[in-house]
């Protein structure tokens, strides 16, 4: 079945960087166009950053533009999440998710259809 774990999550200052992993197993990951979402305590999930299934294609929200680089080695079936510049804001569970092979967008609610259990941001001074 489909795993996706995630890691890296943690503690950070305000303007301070994490990096986040996501190892995927039992599907050809190098097949899927994947995803980083967040949620924040007490809102919505929230889309942050795509890649193509290849690594060459890559989308940011607003919010995460300029600051996040998202980026794949799928010999390692690993997804990354690089973060810099980290606000009060950034701070959310923080999950990899596969795309829909179906979806024409990438942020809404529906365009992925499996979820990590995610890993815990906190940016705090």
């Known amino acids: 079945q489909v795993q996706l774990v995630e890691s890296g999550g943690g503690l950070a200052q305000p303007g301070g960087s994490l990096t986040l992993s996501c190892v995927a197993s039992?599907?050809?990951?190098?097949?899927?166009?994947m995803s980083w979402v967040r949620q924040a305590p007490g809102k919505r999930l929230e889309w942050v950053c795509g890649i193509g299934s290849d690594g060459s294609d890559t989308f940011y929200s607003n919010s995460a533009e300029g600051r996040f680089t998202i980026s794949r080695d799928n010999a390692k079936n690993t997804l990354y999440l690089q973060m810099n510049s980290l606000k009060f804001d950034d701070t959310a569970l923080y999950y990899c998710?596969?795309?829909?092979?179906?979806?024409?967008?990438?942020?809404?609610?529906?365009?992925?259809?499996?979820w990590g259990q995610g890993t815990q941001v906190t940016v705090s001074s």
């Open positions: 039992g599907f050809t990951f190098s097949t899927y166009d």
């Open positions: 998710a596969r795309r829909r092979r179906s979806s024409t967008t990438w942020s809404g609610p529906y365009d992925n259809d499996s």
